[in-house]
Nanobody, 114 residues
Framework: VQLQASGGGLVQPGGSLRLSCASSGSIFSMNAMGWYRQAPGKQRDLVALIFKFGNTNYADSVKGRFTISRDNAKNTVYLQMNSLKPEDTAVYYC?????????WGKGTLVTVSS
């Protein structure tokens, strides 16, 4: 499974971005797919997860601002990010989990700055 994340960029505080994660394989076969982020000098943290049957989980810091979704037909998972804050600045990574194996994509940089 290969994952390709895209959609990062520079945005002003309060702005929005949508990240995409395209999978080379069927995302419906995955137990879960998620977005993680890593700020400079910090560990990689969970942002949002979406499970096989559509239930979701979010980090407290993004609840109410970020939305994870999936398009099974396009084998793509999205992260809609609204009301962005400077502390959201990080490299965002997509991850898929299937049968206990994790697959990671290369990250996409999100910078929130005026």
């Amino acid at each position: 499974v290969q994952l390709q994340a895209s959609g990062g960029g520079l945005v002003q505080p309060g702005g929005s971005l949508r990240l995409s994660c395209a999978s080379s394989g069927s995302i419906f076969s995955m137990n879960a797919m998620g977005w993680y982020r890593q700020a400079p000098g910090k560990q990689r943290d969970l942002v949002a997860l979406i499970f096989k049957f559509g239930n979701t989980n979010y980090a407290d810091s993004v609840k109410g601002r970020f939305t994870i979704s999936r398009d099974n037909a396009k084998n793509t998972v999205y992260l809609q990010m609204n009301s962005l804050k400077p502390e959201d600045t990080a490299v965002y990574y997509c991850k898929a989990e299937k049968l206990g194996v994790d697959y990671w994509g290369k990250g996409t940089l999100v910078t929130v700055s005026s």
